[in-house]
């Protein structure tokens, strides 16, 4: 670090190789603009092609659970009972029918869009309670500390399986309370993780000069702590997604989650599962849209891990 006193000579200057200057968020570019960190990681997502070709799968799903009602007259509840179990393109409808007469293909947008909502919300909650209450335990120390993660460990080892089951089976398929149930027992181990990280950080100056300025614990740890470990909380909710989407499948494949008349992609599998030899589209069609969404999330939730992670050399260089 150099210092400008008076009647000294010019301060020196730090020297960097040449294009070392983007290599740090906030540095500046080969153009002389200040590259910002979002831009840097961006950039650093954009070079990984796995990356960008989950990006691309999971938005193609996501506009076909949207849109895709459209290209159909058929409603995912109506029955046609002159066409039962008919193949892929017989009797108007484009994917066939199951054994009650409902629309596959119309089954499969709303299946889409239902394991899609449920997948999202459960992970975006799981994660913001992981984060708050992972940050919180290290902060406080102490006592409290000790309680918090005490009551983690107590949740870690409930039969939480057969809790969400019994549930499932008292409401009957009520996706919203598969919703809360899922929540409730899905983000003590991310706590547990985000904990450990933020222990490291409850030390640091900025973290002690807002304990010394009297800023409230609170505010000190939604501006300080929850944003220096951002990038982990991104990578799991995006592959907290792809676990809920095979929770929510698992469920409802054995019959504690989402029940007729509402539609998931974890039901139409549990349908289809006893038609394989006769009408075998009702089972590897939902299968491959499950698959489908869980590899477009573990390629990007492995593209942004790489991408937040300034040792990385997956990206390239900046």
């Known amino acids: 670090m150099a210092i400008n006193m008076p009647g000294a000579g010019p301060a020196t200057e730090e020297v960097r190789p040449n294009g070392a ?4 968020p906030g540095k500046t570019g080969s153009g002389g603009k200040r590259l910002s960190p979002f831009k840097l990681y961006m950039r650093r997502f954009a070079r990984n092609k796995a990356a960008l070709g989950g990006l691309v799968l999971f938005a193609l799903l996501v506009l076909f659970s949207l849109f895709g009602r459209y290209l159909t007259h058929w409603d995912h509840m109506e029955a046609d009972f002159t066409a039962l179990s008919v193949a892929p393109g017989v009797g108007g409808h484009l994917l066939g029918t199951n054994g009650a007469g409902n629309d596959v ?101 900025y973290v002690m000069a807002a304990r010394f300025m009297g800023v409230s614990p609170i505010r000190t740890i939604v501006r300080h702590l929850l944003p220096n470990i951002g990038s982990l909380l991104i990578v799991t909710f995006t592959l907290g997604v792809a676990s809920t989407v095979q929770a929510e499948t698992a469920l409802s494949f054995i019959g504690f989650g989402v029940k007729q008349p509402d539609v998931s992609l974890g039901s139409m599998l549990a349908d289809g599962q006893n038609t394989l030899s006769t009408a075998p589209w009702l089972f590897y069609l939902p299968a491959a849209l499950v698959v489908l969404l869980t590899v477009a999330m573990a390629l990007i939730g492995d593209g942004l891990r790489d991408a937040l992670d300034p040792t990385s050399q997956s990206g390239g260089r900046a």
Do not use: K, N
């Open 105 to 205: 293909y119309a089954q499969l947008v709303h299946g889409l869009g239902r394991s899609l909502i449920i997948a999202v919300t459960v992970s975006l909650l799981t994660t913001a309670i992981a984060g708050l209450f992972g940050t919180t335990a290290a902060y406080y120390g102490g006592r409290a500390e000790r309680a918090m993660l005490g009551l983690v460990h107590f949740l870690l080892i409930l039969p939480s399986f057969l809790i969400i089951a019994l549930v499932g089976t008292h409401y009957r398929g009520d996706w919203q309370v598969l919703v809360v149930v899922l929540t409730l027992f899905g983000w003590m181990l991310t706590a547990r993780v985000i904990w450990s990280l933020a222990t490291s950080l409850r030390e640091r100056e």
């Open 21 to 24: 200057e983007a290599q740090e």
